[in-house]
């Protein structure tokens, strides 16, 4: 009776972890434009690239999930962008507004910087710590330079 009752509750738990798995929102590479909009649901962003498509998505805050299409329609990367590193590679003087827009999304904040240009402020999490960066841009969008610090104002923006 106990051998029987054991059979039937592992024969349950695998047919539940095979139907999650059915059902999970995990996008494959090679999936189209539209299996993963379906999946994922609209994109906070979309921009066309030169060989290609980009959907950027917000899983969480301080998150940005870059789905990356070729000019056949098909998922050809996936990448968590706003991180300490990714921005930490942002080049003065080759870097555009275009650039980091089409990278990591619209920033969360943007500023004037006087006639000089302006900042847009990106916040993300790096190693459990609340951080943000600044990227300063000259009047034709040029990147002049970026900048790190702890978020200031964490507590109240990641609740």
């Known amino acids: ?14 047919s539940l972890l095979g139907s ?13 434009v539209d299996e993963v909009v379906a999946r994922q649901g609209e994109p ?3 921009y066309q690239l030169a060989k290609g498509q980009r959907l950027l998505y917000r899983p969480q805050s301080g998150q940005v999930q870059s789905y990356d299409f070729d ?3 098909k998922l050809a990367s996936m ?9 930490g590679a942002i080049v003065a003087g080759q870097w555009r507004a275009t650039d980091v827009q089409q990278t990591f ?5 943007r500023a004037a910087d006087g006639e000089q240009g302006s ?10 710590t609340h951080r943000r960066a600044r990227i300063f841009l000259d009047a034709a969008g040029v990147v002049l330079r970026v ?3 702890d978020d200031p104002a964490a507590d109240l923006r990641y609740r």
């Open 1 to 14: 009776m106990m051998r029987r009752l054991i059979a039937g509750l592992a024969a349950l738990v695998l």
């Open 20 to 32: 999650a798995c059915a059902t999970s929102g995990a996008v494959r590479l090679g999936a189209t």
């Open 44 to 46: 906070f962003a979309a």
């Open 71 to 73: 000019a056949s329609g």
């Open 79 to 87: 990448e968590q962008v706003l991180t300490e590193q990714r921005l």
């Open 105 to 109: 999304g619209p920033p969360a904040r």
């Open 119 to 128: 900042v847009w402020t990106y916040f993300f999490q790096s190693y459990g």
């Open 147 to 149: 900048d790190f610090a």
